[in-house]
């Protein structure tokens, strides 16, 4: 391909002054220039240091880096969950763990996968890599981001520490009422998990905003929306879905059936006029949503993956846009296929089957492109490209129970059975969490500088794949076989038990290969090969910086002239200045087109966010054993609202105010 | 395709010149404002579609043995706050303009107008005539009139503490810009209360 001419994109929109953006010709710029202005962005752009800077950073690669590892550390604690419940059921009769235990266990290992595990995984390597990509010195509103994560953590420490103290949620992660309702689930349990969701939801509420403007309005200059890396893409469709998901359950689950337990509304309550199954309908209004909120961003990590490894640029780019936007409109519309054996009218029964179905299809165009991408190329199988292999397999096996499950006749039969326990895990481990190891493969030199080791990645990742496939395959025959799932225990008689065994075994393999994992990203991250700052010879703009990648992120804001920035521009790297190194600031440019529209002053340090969210959390924790810490926490954070505000307010730069079609100097 | 080392930069032209600070659709401050309407208003918009699904369990509604809601003290504060967004815009003009002056004043005006309205709220929520706890028809009136009044003491809370800051500290210019983006979200604030108006304290009356 050509290289496209070497200039902004011109300014047809008469939304900028006048002549503020001379058309100049290309400089090469000077490197001891530059070298000099990297020094005094580091000194702006740096975090303060010792707790006090730890505590009150706001870089966006600090926060998604804590948000990423305390992630993975709930994938573990999850995992660890689930071994324990395959200890329990590889055998007959076991008594490892008795049936009250095994009902924390299995509700805490859901919630920790759905709520503290995938979704913010999903959405930190978004608020990692989505400013990185765009080319932005950092996103949209840092406080914002940490306030989120720190949300977040709240809810992580709240869930575990509850687990410590008996007080563990043990009505399913889908805590249906009427058991978790006041009468059959007395005590502070569904509790816990009823104001842990609202922690979590939050959390994701304000990565999704977040992620939105960055996306919208801080691209570099020259990348269209035709333009948009795929991974950005994903992750904008599910920042939109998250928006429209998410308060379901924050409104089922705090101001429903927290408050039916606490003061006695009547939500759920059939007496009073109350109705339990629609708490089903609004969770599943979240819940089915969630299942794409947590898989698209694993589909948007394949792309840069294979186009990489194939030296391909990928086929069918607006196939795929549309397909993803087209499953974040669909998903809205299933959410019913979760309630075939409550009494939904048949007309009901038949438009969500259809709906289930169609689902397949803009899924299935994207693997057709990714094929046709990877066939016409000539793939190198590094570990994270046997990652993808891997995830073919494994979630088109997913995806096609997912259509079995969609006709109403069978789903009854297999309702509550491993059967679905068998196609969930297809999916999310098949979809989400095999394409996320390939991302960590792929992107570890960017957040450590350091390659991982490939062949202890290559034992990891086909242990993983065998792993996942041996225990959940013979979960679907189990199903079959009629054994229900969240049971603790089964008699002999019954015949489950070989198959259980294996299942067992084969969780053992996936122990195994996690474990590898995490010795190879310790060595690696102490003393893998130094990466440099593209080391797979990539074309994203995250590879046009630094491995890891300064506090400032870019030196000069790049400009983009193609899908594919680093394939289509070669070097030097075409890039705007005038960006100021004296304070932090960020480009902003026009939602369509990424034409540059204005400076913007970017937030420095705060402690706020921690302290905001220290106050949300005595909110809702408190709330569990009192109302009135509704009112104490409504108070406290009114008055965290005015010392935000206050240091927000604290400078008085000159600043050129662009207003009613003039620019004014002003203070 | 070789990779550009990241010392090796050729501008393409500057943008030293642009402004620093914008109004409207421009700022990522409105962007971030329109990203929380939109979860809250879809918020009030789930809990009203609950609202009905609930009506279904009901021959009448409000349920027989309870009475019609009152109307008095809603419409008193309904017009109060379609009144309060006159301010609201006039302040917006005044920071359009850098005006100091006429922002403080409408910032005033706008603070005096809008704390009531939530005291008013208050009594409003006793003029559904039902408690939470009486029946489903009682949590699901007060959780939509509730879930709104949430976030009408926040962004009351944002203009007074708006007003406070423009009238007892000196205030960075950027801020103009949030002026207007707190009249904005006012907007929102009044207008989402129509439908929810509707709703709860004239939709008995006519269904």
Known sequence: ????????????????????????????????????????????????????????????????RRYIITAFLMFIAGGLEAGMMRMQLARPENTFLGPDRYNQIFTTHGTTMMFLFAVPIMTAMGLYFVPLMVGARSIAFPRLNAFGYYTYLMGVIFLYVSLFLNMAPDAGWTAYVPLSGPEYSPGHRVDVWAQLVTFTEIAALAAAVNIIVTTFKMRAPGMSLNRIPLFVWAQLVVA???????????????????SDRAIATHWFNPAEGGDALL???????????????????????????????????????????LSNITTGFFAFGLWVHHMFATPIPELGQSLFTAASMMIAIPTGVQIFCWLVTMFSGRPRLTTAMVLILGFFITFVNGGLTGVMLA????????????????????????????????????????????????????????????????????????????????IYTYLSQTGWGPLNALVSAGAVIIVVSVTLFIVNAAMSWRSGLLAGANPWDSYGLEWATPSPAPSYNFLNTPVVLGRHPLWDTGSPLPVVTGLRTDRREVLVTTTFDAQPDHRHKHPTASIWPLIMALVMAELWIGSIFTPWAVLGGVGLTLLCMLGWGWQSTAETDVERVATEGRIVEAA | MTTPSPTRQESLGSVRDLPTVTFGHRSLMWWGTLGFMTIEGWSLALIAAMYFYIRQNFLTWPPITIP????????????????????????????????????????????LMSLPIPILRWYELWSLNVRWDTNAYGSAAWLLVGSHATLLILDVADTVGLTLFYWFKRMPIKAMSDTSDNSFYWYFMVAIWLPVYLIVYVGPYVF
């Open chain 1, 1 to 64: 391909m050509t290289n496209p001419a070497r200039r902004l994109p011109p300014n047809e929109s008469a939304v900028t002054e006048p002549a503020a953006l001379p058309d100049a010709t290309p400089v090469t710029l000077n490197e001891d220039v530059l070298i000099d202005d990297a020094r005094r962005l580091e000194m702006t752009w740096r975090d303060g240091g010792g707790l006090w800077g730890w505590l009150t950073t706001v870089d966006h690669k600090v926060i998604a």
């Open chain 1, 240 to 258: 939109f879905m998250i928006i429209f998901a998410m308060p379901a359950v924050a409104i089922a689950s705090t101001l429903q059936l927290a």
């Open chain 1, 279 to 321: 708490w089903q309908h609004i969770f599943w209004f979240f819940g089915h949503p969630e299942v794409y909120i947590i898989f698209l961003p694993g589909l948007g990590f394949i792309t840069p993956i294979v186009e990489t490894f194939c030296r391909r640029r990928v086929f069918g780019y607006t196939a795929i846009v």
């Open chain 1, 407 to 486: 006709s109403v006749g069978f789903d009854k039969q297999v309702h509550d059975t491993f059967f679905v326990v068998a196609h969930l895990h297809y999916v999310l481990l098949g979809g989400a969490v095999t394409p996320l190891f390939a991302a960590f493969y792929f992107w570890f030199p960017k957040v450590t500088g350091r390659l991982m080791n490939e062949t202890l990645g290559k034992w990891q990742a086909w242990l993983f794949i065998i792993g996942v496939n041996l225990t959940f395959f013979p979960m679907h025959i189990l199903g079959l076989n009629g054994m229900p799932r969240r």
């Open chain 2, 68 to 111: 019609l809601p009152s109307v008095t003290i809603p419409t008193i504060n309904l017009v109060l706050m379609v009144a309060s967004v006159v301010p609201a815009w006039l302040a917006d003009r005044a920071a359009r303009r850098l005006d100091v002056g006429a922002v403080k004043l409408w910032l005033l005006i706008s603070t």
